[in-house]
């Protein structure tokens, strides 16, 4: 139980990684709100959150959305009286080579993973500075570090979504504050389906997976969820400014 009394608010949980960290933090004794955009996946994971004796709380949000970022976190804030933690899953990926690439397909992505970011942080830090102090997990991807074929534009995003935890972090710890990213490697979800299709189909992405990853496959969510539970966690508490890589050893 080691979010027990923690009020947490997760942004873009409604499936994959971010379902998996709903189920966790539930597991962990804290209490949540699950904001997303897609709800049918929103309806099936507070259900699933709920039927483990949790009373999880699904809002509506278009993180492109400014009103909407706003309303999600003044709402989870009522709900919950209080916030104690933010996390940050939502994310938009679309490949194609960077001659070929829509400008407005690149405003959206950035306006999913990088202003989405912002605008979480804009209106949670405030949320948990009248909580006294709490933590901010932002999500990136290992996509921005190293780039990769294709994903000019993704990778862009994430790499900024870095740039902007590390920078939120310096300026949010007077407030007791955290800000800490996670960079998920290769995590199996429907999410990489058209990285895959980029990259010559399932049997190539195997292919690749198993020569560049030591641990020898993808990852699964449950797999990534622990350490934003452990971000949020007293555990963490030392812990500010980092980008935590989940990977497999994709890294070395
Ligand atoms: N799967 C991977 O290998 C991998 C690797 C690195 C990083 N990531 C990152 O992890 C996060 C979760 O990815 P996932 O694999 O679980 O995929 P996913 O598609 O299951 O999760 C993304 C979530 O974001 C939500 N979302 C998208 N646009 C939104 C919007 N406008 N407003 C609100 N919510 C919105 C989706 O509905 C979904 O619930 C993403 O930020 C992704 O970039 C994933």
Redesign the pocket.
């Known amino acids: 139980m080691r979010l027990q009394g923690k009020r947490a608010l997760l ?10 960290c709903a189920e966790d933090f539930a597991r962990h004794g804290a209490r949540i709100a699950i ?4 709800r049918a ?2 309806r099936e994971a507070v259900g699933l959150v709920n039927a483990q004796g949790a009373q999880a709380h699904g809002l509506d ?5 400014e009103a ?1 970022v706003h309303d999600a976190v003044h709402e989870a804030e009522r709900l919950l009286g209080g916030l104690d933690t933010l996390v ?6 679309r490949v194609g080579k960077v001659d070929a690439f829509e400008a407005e397909t690149w405003e959206r992505i950035f ?3 990088a202003r ?1 970011t912002f605008l979480a942080a804009k209106y949670g830090a405030p949320a948990l500075r009248r909580a006294g102090g709490g933590s901010i997990t932002t ?5 921005g570090l190293r780039g990769a074929p294709g994903m000019t534009a ?1 990778a862009a995003a ?1 790499g900024a979504v870095i740039a902007f935890t590390t920078a939120l972090a310096q300026e949010l710890a007077p407030d007791n504050i955290r800000v800490n990213a ?11 389906g058209p990285a895959i299709d980029y990259m010559g189909g399932d049997a190539l992405h195997s292919e690749i997976v198993r020569r560049a990853i030591p641990l020898g496959r ?2 699964v ?1 449950s797999e ?1 969820s622990p350490m934003y539970v452990f971000l949020a966690s007293e555990e963490a508490r030392y812990i500010t400014a980092k980008a935590m890589m989940v990977d497999g050893g994709m890294a070395h």
């Open positions: 942004i873009g949980a409604a499936t994959g990684i971010g379902r998996a904001a997303d955009i897609n996946g929103l949000c278009d993180v492109c959305d909407s940050f899953l939502a994310g938009l990926m306006a999913v993973n989405g999500t990136a991807s290992l996509a993704y994430k996670v960079l998920p490697g290769w995590i199996d979800t429907p999410f990489n993808q990852g969510p990534v």
